[in-house]
């Protein structure tokens, strides 16, 4: 029976590793193999040479490590995933009039924007009483998350 070194049976490792990494990366649409099949690439020479397997893992580590340092952050910038607006972003800075009495310690509020009824909380933890004219900063979840609009007095004057 032909028995072969464990050591020639190295790059085909790194090389199916490889392989595999890069289905990996082409079947998913997110950045998430490709820098480690580049590693498994790089650590075929290391095993042709016949560095023993934690040279060839480190050099696997040390390139996936580089390039993923590299490259990611460039990557990303390119790749930017346009974030779609839904029409609930539409109430993002509109003023709403609270319905219910907002309190964040007790879980409970609402506020009418654009015709619409709202779960709501405040921004920085304050109490808002019914009635109160309030601004939506940004939507949490289901909930809006609002503050409260500042009321300005009539001069003298009017």
């Given at each position: 029976m032909l028995r072969i070194p464990a050591q020639d049976l190295y790059p085909i490792f790194w090389l199916i590793l490889g392989i595999i990494l890069a289905i990996i990366e082409a079947a998913t649409v997110q950045l998430v193999a490709i820098w480690f099949s580049l590693g498994a690439v790089a650590a075929i020479i290391p095993a042709l040479m016949g560095a023993p397997i934690w040279v060839q893992f480190l050099v696997f580590v040390a390139v996936s490590a580089a390039s993923m340092l590299c490259t990611r952050p460039f990557v990303k910038r390119c790749l930017r995933v346009k974030?779609?607006?839904?029409?609930?972003?539409?109430?993002?800075?509109?003023?709403?009039?609270?319905?219910?009495?907002?309190?964040?310690?007790?879980?409970?509020?609402?506020?009418?924007?654009?015709?619409?009824?709202?779960?709501?909380?405040?921004?920085?933890?304050?109490?808002?009483?019914?009635?109160?004219?309030?601004?939506?900063?940004?939507?949490?979840?289901?909930?809006?998350?609002?503050?409260?609009?500042?009321?300005?007095?009539?001069?003298?004057?009017?």
């Open positions: 974030q779609e607006r839904t029409n609930a972003d539409r109430v993002i800075g509109q003023t709403g009039i609270v319905v219910q009495q907002i309190d964040n310690d007790r879980a409970q509020g609402r506020v009418a924007v654009m015709g619409l009824d709202w779960s709501a909380r405040t921004q920085n933890g304050e109490v808002l009483a019914e009635g109160a004219r309030v601004t939506v900063l940004e939507i949490d979840g289901v909930k809006l998350i609002v503050k409260q609009q500042e009321t300005t007095q009539p001069s003298e004057e009017e």
